[in-house]
């Protein structure tokens, strides 16, 4: 089963990376990696319906226009269960709570350690599929 995860960042170097750094999860056919420059576009794919779903949202917290932690919100009141990460280069204490206090299921600072974000995104899905 193909499981797909929305990455939200306005860099515009996110794609590439995130195609470099899960290409044999891509190769093998487990994950879809789908992508939006805002929380405005992230939003619209959602409501448009991305293929294979979405089951897992990394979104930035900087953004401009609506924030990370403005969508998170929108994702909470619109689909509660759907687990979101921050990512964020700014990991303070504050951004933490904020984040976790929102509804976050994690919080994970930039530069990303993709060997630790590739545990947190498994052990998602297994929790999320064993809900």
Do not use: C, W
């Amino acid at each position: 089963m193909t499981l797909g995860i929305l990455v939200v960042d306005d860099e515009p170097d996110i794609e590439d990376l995130f195609r470099q750094r899960f290409r044999a999860e891509l190769r093998r056919g487990e994950l879809a990696l789908h992508f939006a420059a805002s929380a405005e576009e992230a939003l619209e794919s959602l409501s448009a319906g991305l293929q294979p779903e979405a089951v897992l949202v990394l979104s930035d917290i900087n953004m401009p226009g609506m924030s990370g932690l403005d969508l998170l919100q929108r994702l909470r009141a619109d689909d509660p269960a759907v687990p979101v990460i921050m990512v964020t280069a700014y990991g303070d204490t504050e951004n933490r709570r904020r984040a976790l206090d929102s509804g976050a299921t994690d919080l994970v600072t930039k530069p990303v350690d993709f060997v630790a974000l590739k545990k947190l995104v498994q052990s998602v899905i297994e929790r999320k599929n064993a809900a």
